[in-house]
């Protein structure tokens, strides 16, 4: 980089903020940042934020001095125009040269295609970086979004948390502006509590070195990797280990500037309590690293880490053991509480649960999944167990929901009505089956492994989706309350997973029964089938996409149908395989020039005895012949060879058109071979409508 430079440093003081705020902050303000300095011809080495729960920090290495140069071209007249044959510049060439503030001497030619014009080229100056950032500055900060921001005093301006002070040097020199009633220098503040007073930083180069002296690591990096290393080194010094969990070690880097991991004890009598519960009031609650063995069991200890020294460790090591251990004593008694009633005693409670306003209870709800599953049990061929198993899991599916365990910490429906069933006495599978009826619960969580909690899965949600349907509760825009997309994507991933044959269709229409003459549905059968397929095709298109299927082979596939999601999985990646084939070019001649001319046809059928031409005669016995094929391919699901039977028809096609005119004035003749090439289309729309694909992107 050309000219002299300096480092430029920003720091946003603040009250602490929540965790999840710093790390989208910091992306944002990076890219602020650099796409400013830019705009403003500022050129730097590069651009890197840090941060911890009290400050956002900006720093740009070299930094220019002053903005690049800016040359700017303004288009005149044609020189014919600008100026006379002698050459001398005419009234249009001054007029533009006037208007555009430059001399008319200094007008450049240029061609622009055939045409010669004149051109004004102005020259600025760049400014100092000292007059660009002070109005720069307040702007990046400005920019800033968070998902919740709060006002403070009587200012208008709102931010993360309340500002409480900002730096800002470029070099040794303050950046002056000010923000939110603070004006910018050089004074910052260290740890809140092991750092006395306001420290002075003199330049950018010694910032995090003084920050470090002030107990703040303000590199979040930095900070996780000591973080990772210390827990680590904790549990193996206990003969245990750390698993890897991203959330918890991101959200605790963010909640502390100074780390220092230590590690406490809980009584081993609390290790009889599933370990979910145990993994959740520390993880969840607490913010505690739970420590396993080599097998993967608990160890009765935890690791938490505090934001500052070690100095009276064993202090804070007695007072986070002391909150565990009520906790703890807590979720034992409401264990021992709930087990004092099989699980299936507690179902009739949920009569009086709300599900939904217009929907009714979860009692209800029970009774329409145990009929969606006896259902899905019928048309998927499930045999007799494993009916037996999914209705039976139907029925307490629910039933941890008015336990004391669940009431408490909700985040665990579904694991304890695992646990409660397998101590209830229920069989292994009824208790699997209602765990992995809410799965998946997020975006790459585990999908249910086992028929009877595929088969609950999918009528949970269904119900859930029809049911929001019928009464007029779709998802809009960012809005989706009950989270219905979400589901929708379980289903889909559940269906292309397990290869499941399942007509959406008619599925939907059953879960529609199931409220009908129940609850009063605002809308038609008709309306929510249509509106629900459309949902669905919306889920299933993105992760087509996103398995790296093509745009248009996706889009060419659902326009012929989706209304099976394995068939139609199926059929994407035959389009896709076969686009690679020379053949598949004669298949989309073929089906683009049949398509065309008889996409408006009504008449599908096709009568032999008007067939009169010879090559009309061939096409017809290719297509019937070809046609016998396809009907074996369909039933195979073999749809790769099914367009490459249809790709053959291309030659008997061109002798086709070669040979006759279509659209004669014999209407019996013309409606003829209109149906002749109406049906060679329809073979090819059974597996995908080759309108929507896009030549160029094959």
């Known amino acids: 980089m050309a000219g002299n430079s300096s480092d430029f440093l920003l720091e946003i003081g603040v009250e602490e903020m929540p965790a999840r705020f710093l790390d989208p902050a910091l992306a944002e303000l990076k890219d602020l940042a650099a796409a400013a300095l830019k705009e403003q011809r500022l050129e730097f080495i590069k651009v890197e934020t840090y941060g911890t729960p009290r400050r956002l920090t900006l720093f740009v290495e070299g930094l220019a001095e002053s903005q690049a140069p800016l040359e700017t071209e303004a288009k005149g007249p044609a020189v014919k125009v600008a100026y006379n044959p002698d050459g001398t510049p005419t009234k249009a060439a001054e007029g533009f040269a006037r208007g555009q503030g430059v001399p008319v001497a200094s007008l450049v030619q240029k061609t ?3 045409v010669d014009y004149v051109f004004a080229v102005k020259r600025e100056a760049g400014r100092q970086a000292v007059e660009v950032l002070p109005l720069l500055a307040p702007a990046l900060i400005a920019g800033l979004h968070f998902p919740k921001p709060m006002r403070w005093g009587d200012l208008e301006i709102r931010f993360a948390r309340p ?11 303050i950046v002056p502006f000010e923000f939110a009633g603070h004006q910018a220098g050089r004074a910052t503040a260290g740890h ?9 930083v003199s330049s950018p180069a ?18 996780r990797e000591t973080i990772w290393r210390q827990v680590q080194e904790l549990a193996a010094s206990a003969g245990g280990k750390i698993e890897q969990d991203e959330d918890l070690l991101n959200e605790v880097n963010n909640l502390l500037e100074y780390p220092t991991a230590l590690m406490g004890d809980f009584s081993p009598q609390y290790l009889n309590l599933p370990k979910e519960v145990l993994v959740t009031e520390m993880r969840e609650h607490q913010r505690y690293f739970p420590v396993t063995s080599a097998g993967g069991g608990l160890l009765p200890k935890f690791i938490a880490v505090r934001n500052g020294g070690a100095e009276y460790i064993e202090i804070v090591m007695a007072g986070n053991e002391k909150v565990l251990r009520a906790r703890l004593a807590d979720a034992d008694f409401f264990f021992k509480e709930d087990l004092k009633a099989p699980l299936v005693e507690k179902v009739p409670a949920l009569k009086k649960i709300v599900f939904q306003e217009s929907l009714g209870s979860i009692y209800d709800k029970v009774v329409r999944v145990s009929e969606l599953t006896e259902y899905l049990a019928g048309v998927l061929g499930a045999d007799e167990q494993e009916k037996k198993c999914a209705l039976r899991a139907a029925y307490l599916a629910k039933a941890d929901l008015v336990t004391n365990m669940v009431y408490e910490f909700p985040e665990l429906q579904g694991v304890m009505g695992r646990e409660y069933a397998e101590r209830s006495g229920e069989g292994p599978g009824v208790a699997t089956a209602i765990y992995e009826h809410y799965l998946p619960r997020f975006a790459s969580d585990d999908l249910p492994g086992t028929i009877a909690g595929r088969m609950l899965s999918i009528a949970d949600k269904m119900d859930n989706i029809v049911g929001c349907f019928a009464i007029g509760i779709q998802p809009s825009g960012s809005q989706d309350p009950y989270a219905l997309r979400r589901q929708a ?20 229409e059953k879960a529609y029964r199931c409220y ?3 609850v009063s549905l605002k ?6 089938t249509k509106d629900v397929a459309e949902f669905f095709k919306h889920r299933l298109k993105g992760i087509l996409e996103d398995r790296g299927f093509h745009y248009d082979t996706v889009e060419a596939v659902l326009a012929s149908g989706c209304d099976d999601f394995s068939d139609a999985f199926k059929r994407v990646q035959a389009l896709a395989d076969f686009r690679s084939d020379p053949a598949f070019d004669n298949l989309l001649t073929a089906f683009i020039r049949a398509n065309n ?21 061939i096409l017809f016995e290719s297509l019937d012949s070809v046609r016998g094929k396809v009907e074996k391919y369909q039933a195979d699901q073999d749809y790769r060879s099914q367009l490459a039977a249809i790709a053959a028809l291309q030659e008997p096609l061109d002798r086709f058109f070669n040979s006759v005119m279509v659209m004669v004035d014999d209407q019996p003749v013309r409606e003829n071979r209109l149906a002749l090439l109406l049906n060679l289309a329809a073979l090819v729309k059974q597996v995908a409508d080759l309108s929507k694909i896009v030549v160029d992107a094959k």
């Open 192 to 200: 809140r509590f092991l750092s006395k007073g306001p420290i002075e």
């Open 523 to 528: 809308l038609s059968l008709g309306e929510v």
């Open 516 to 518: 009908e003459g129940k």
């Open 206 to 223: 010694e910032y995090f070195e003084k920050m470090r002296q002030s107990f703040v690591m303000v590199d979040p990096r930095e900070r």
């Open 163 to 173: 500002i409480r002070w900002i730096v800002a040097l470029f070099g040794s020199d």
């Open 112 to 114: 622009v295609g055939k």
């Open 489 to 508: 994507l379980g289903i889909s991933h559940i269906l292309l997973a397990g290869g499941i044959k399942l007509s959406l269709e008619k599925t939907v």
């Open 597 to 617: 001319l008889s996409k408006k046809t009504v008449n599908i059928h096709i009568d032999p005895e008007r067939l009169v031409d010879p090559s009309e005669k």
